[in-house]
């Protein structure tokens, strides 16, 4: 995945702090999930344990097929924890 999808992802969560329409969340929700999936995909093979297990807990809770209602408030705190996770670990998810 380039790097430049992942920058984006990232700049898409920290957007889906503010109040927006359903469509954009849909959309965010949409990128993340794939992000993230891939990014599981990319690090499973690999010898650390807490990386794909944390891009797959960020994968099922944005996954946009189930529907998790959460407090607004606990949304900001995932898409900043999304975002941070995303730019601090760009280099495993590149190629």
């Not at 993340?32 to 891009?55: D, E, M, Q, S, V």
């Amino acid at each position: 995945m380039p790097v430049q999808v992942i920058y984006l992802t990232a700049a898409l969560l920290l957007l889906a702090i503010f109040p927006l329409n359903d469509e954009f969340y849909s959309f965010v929700k949409i990128t993340a999930a794939g992000t993230f999936a891939w990014g599981a995909y990319r690090n499973f093979g690999k010898k650390k344990l807490l990386l794909p297990l944390a891009y797959t807990l960020f994968t099922i809770l944005f996954n946009p097929v189930i529907d998790i209602h959460l407090a607004k408030e606990i949304w900001i705190v995932a898409d900043l924890a999304g975002a941070v996770l995303l730019f601090s670990t760009r280099q495993h998810i590149a190629q």
